[in-house]
T-cell receptor
C-alpha cells in the first residue's frame, strides 16, 4: 500500500509567477485535502476535493485553485504568487468525506517565493 | 469561529519521564479533537483522537484528556523516548469536519 506522494519536494518561484503542486493520494482514498503550513505554524485548510468536486474551502483567495482527477490524484495551483505564499504545502488523502481521523499526509512541497 | 492555541511552543523533557502537552480551544460546541505528531521533513501523523462525549482516551503510551468545562485538551506521553522528538499539534474539527490547528509544541528529549 503506497502512501501519499507529493511533487516536487522543493520549489523556488518569483513573485507574480504561477505554480502547480501535485499530490498522488493513497490507494483506495477518494478524498484529498490541501493545507498551507507557514514556518512555525500549524497547517491551515485550503480546500478539499471529493470525487473531483471541491468540497469545502478555507479562507484563501481565488488565486488558489485545485483539481482532482479520475484517479483521485490532485493539483494545487497558485497564481500571482506573493512572498507570503512561501510555506510548506501539505496534501492529505482519506477514504471518505469528512473523516479527519483517516487522513494520511504527504511530506509536503516546500515553496519559496522570492 | 474556532481558534486553537497551545500553551508552550517548546517542551523539554528528560528521557524516560512523562510528557504533557496542553492545548486550549475556543468553541464550546466543538465535537472532535485530534493530536498529530510532525517529525522534521515529514507530514503530520495521526496519534489519537477524542470526541466530546468522552473525557479520556488511551492509546499505546499516549493518553488524551478533554476538559470541556475549561475548553482544554492535553496529550500525555508515558516514558518519553528519543523517537518522540517532534512537533505536536492539536486540531479541532469544525462543523464541516475541516481541521483548525494550533501552532504546535516542539518536544525536546534530553538524554
Amino acid at each position: 500500500e503506497t502512501g501519499v506522494t507529493q511533487s516536487p519536494t522543493h520549489l523556488i518561484k518569483t513573485r507574480g509567477q504561477q505554480v502547480t503542486l501535485r499530490c498522488s493520494s493513497q490507494s483506495g482514498h477518494n478524498t484529498v485535502s490541501w493545507y498551507q503550513q507557514a514556518l512555525g505554524q500549524g497547517p491551515q485548510f485550503i480546500f478539499q476535493y471529493y470525487r473531483e468536486e471541491e468540497n469545502g474551502r478555507g479562507n484563501f483567495p481565488p488565486r488558489f485553485s485545485g483539481l482532482q482527477f479520475p484517479n483521485y490524484s490532485s493539483e494545487l495551483n497558485v497564481n500571482a504568487l506573493e512572498l507570503d505564499d512561501s510555506a510548506l504545502y501539505l496534501c492529505a488523502s482519506s477514504s471518505a468525506q469528512l473523516t479527519p481521523h483517516g487522513y494520511t499526509f504527504g511530506s509536503g512541497t516546500r515553496l519559496t517565493v522570492v | 469561529g474556532e481558534s486553537v492555541g497551545l500553551h508552550l511552543p517548546t517542551l523539554s523533557v528528560q528521557e524516560g519521564d512523562n510528557s504533557i502537552i496542553n492545548c486550549a480551544y475556543s468553541n464550546s460546541a466543538s465535537d472532535y479533537f485530534i493530536w498529530y505528531k510532525q517529525e522534521s521533513g515529514k507530514g503530520p501523523q495521526f496519534i489519537i483522537d477524542i470526541r466530546s462525549n468522552m473525557d479520556k482516551r488511551q492509546g499505546q503510551r499516549v493518553t488524551v484528556l478533554l476538559n470541556k468545562t475549561v475548553k482544554h485538551l492535553s496529550l500525555q506521553i508515558a516514558a518519553t523516548q528519543p523517537g518522540d522528538s517532534a512537533v505536536y499539534f492539536c486540531a479541532v474539527a469544525d462543523s464541516n469536519y475541516q481541521l483548525i490547528w494550533g501552532a504546535g509544541t516542539k518536544l525536546i528529549i534530553k538524554p
